[in-house]
Nanobody, 127 residues
Framework: QVQFVESGGGLVQPGGSLRLSCTSS????????VAWFRQAPGKGREGISC????????YYMNSVEGRFTISRNKAANTVDLQLNSLKPDDTATYYC????????????????????WGQGTQVTVSS
């Protein structure tokens, strides 16, 4: 059963921007730490950003810090990821995920720490 739904992916030129959104009809996202992962062809799934449930602390992978911004929209029940200054290396399928327990801080950025996932949205950065 799909627990999260991601949207907002697409084809964009280098230097461009996209805004990804993660929502759920099953869960109140504000109750969970929510992370964004990505997986490029032939590579493992890497955690790129996370926002905690408790104190709204935000974490970013080094290669995206300063370019990507994670945020919550409580009214819309979404966790969004603003992607700016996109590079071809950002091309991947992007997933949102949450651990099984509520009201927690962000786990380590290991996919095995996250029990709830969406099906992903494709981001392609190409000229």
């Amino acid at each position: 059963q799909v627990q999260f739904v991601e949207s907002g992916g697409g084809l964009v030129q280098p230097g461009g921007s996209l805004r990804l959104s993660c929502t759920s009809s099953l869960f109140t996202l504000d109750d969970y730490a929510v992370a964004w992962f990505r997986q490029a062809p032939g590579k493992g799934r890497e955690g790129i950003s996370c926002i905690s449930s408790t104190d709204r602390t935000k974490y970013y992978m080094n290669s995206v810090e300063g370019r990507f911004t994670i945020s919550r929209n409580k009214a819309a029940n979404t966790v969004d990821l603003q992607l700016n200054s996109l590079k071809p290396d950002d091309t991947a399928t992007y997933y949102c995920a949450a651990p099984s327990l509520k009201y927690g801080r962000c786990p380590t950025p290991d996919a095995n720490e996250f029990a709830r996932w969406g099906q992903g949205t494709q981001v392609t950065v190409s000229s």
